[in-house]
């Protein structure tokens, strides 16, 4: 979740604490390991927001919408928080999901441990796997940690509770939670058996973590290799953090923060080839094994901002933007009826429904899982390599190679004739549409996009 104190940090995400004294976590030395790469290399993420997700608004809702997610195009699940929300100091009517009271309990109004466990199972017998947001860095103001770990946390001058201060000591406006305190051993022992409690009994699959730079380097040190040897399956680890250091951590994605903000100066009329040199040099730099998470949207830029229809000109530049961001080395990232390109915008601390029927709804969900499907499936969409390409228009239009194909998307709401130098797209096949180029110029309509592929030798 990103603050609106720092351009990489996170916004109005909150923690939490069990009701009882915590198990102590598996020990194991505390150094770094790679990442796994086995299934994530191949993921592609929807994050639900499981208040919003179904009319129902709990677990069973999510079981019986697993079609939905399924045919987007995406074989990870990443629920936001599923904790009891603080009541203290609540924000809005529902409170923040990140606003966690009990780490180890689940909020009532989404269902039973038992109707989870259902919901886990029913993702795993679709070849797909699940991942929990997990909020470390600070508690709602009523936690039980605050009450039975009064240690656990910050204080001030009077004993009292703290606000989180972000990466730069700066207090936030967070004020429905409170900072826990990461010089106490016996707090650090206690999140590491909290994280690895749902992985050993619940079987999900990994994390994303909520501002993971906040968070002490060293505690991620000790956690990450405690988290990998829990359970004998590889898991996911994603930091809501920018900084390549989180993938020397062993975090095997990172946000691709950088990269969207380069994307919306495109779409203001910045230069197209800016976008792909920035990512060629970030990519250039980021550690063995590491990838970024590929988004046009997620929790926070449609709660704070706007959804991608209104930011990239309409739902042809939404979807241009997605192929273009989407198809970059990394993972992609679907955010709760993106891909119908609904406008709903969805709040943090109130209750949203979704308008899965929207006009278009079939036709937009078609391309997003095409996109989906190819980098979840297309050997050149799986590795790392990336290349710009040089076009006759390279204001207007961003274009890079991927193995054999190549990338190009027009940026702009007018139609854009261009040649490619470097690669020859006569008899090229169009990875999106099927249909095969015919000449050496190229010309996309308004917000156009191919995947252009040559055929064998």
Known sequence: ?????????????????????????????????????????????????????????????????????????????????????????????????????DYYGINPSFGTATEFRELVA????????????????????????????????????????????????KLTDWTDVAQLDYRNPAMRRAMIAAMQHWLVEF????????????????????AVPALRVAVARPIMLLAEWGDLKMHRLGFDLTYGWDGYNRLKAVWKGGSASTFVEGEVADLRAMPVGGMRMRFTTNHDETAWDNPPATIFGGVDGARAAFVAMALLPGRPLLYNGQEVESATK???????????????????????????????????????GLAAVATSAPNDVIGYRRGDAVVLVNARPRTVPFTVHGFTVVGARDLLSGQTQRG????????????LERAPH
């Not at 639900?48 to 009319?55: E, G, L, T």
């Not at 079987?203 to 000790?222: K, L, N, T, Y």
């Open 1 to 101: 979740m990103r603050s609106r104190f720092t351009a990489i940090t996170a916004c109005l995400i909150l923690a939490c604490a069990p009701a009882s004294t915590p198990p102590a976590p598996v020990q194991v030395q505390a150094v770094g390991l790679a990442p796994d790469t086995s299934w994530v290399s191949r993921s592609t993420l929807y994050e639900v927001f499981v208040r919003d997700f179904s009319p129902a608004g709990d677990f069973r809702g999510m079981t019986d919408g697993l079609d939905r997610i399924d045919a987007a195009g995406a074989n990870v699940v990443w629920l936001m928080p599923i904790h009891p929300i603080g009541v203290a100091g609540r924000k809005g009517t529902l409170g923040s999901p990140y606003s966690v009271r």
């Open 122 to 169: 029913a993702v795993h017998a679709r070849g797909m796997k699940l991942i929990l947001d997990w909020v470390p860095n600070h508690t709602a103001l009523d936690a039980a940690w605050a009450a039975e770990h009064p240690d656990f946390h910050l204080r001030d001058e009077r004993g009292g509770l703290t606000v989180p201060r972000d990466d730069q000591g």
């Open 203 to 222: 079987g999900i699959d990994g994390f994303r973590v909520d501002v993971a730079g906040f968070v002490p380097d060293q505690f991620w040190s000790e």
């Open 346 to 384: 969805l709040r943090l601390f109130e209750s949203d429904s979704i308008a899965w029927n929207v006009a278009g709804a079939a036709d937009a969900r078609a391309v997003y899982r095409r996109v989906m499907q190819l980098a979840h499936t297309h050997a050149a969409f799986i590795g790392q």
């Open 440 to 451: 050496d110029t190229v010309s996309l309509p308004p917000y156009g996009a191919v995947v």
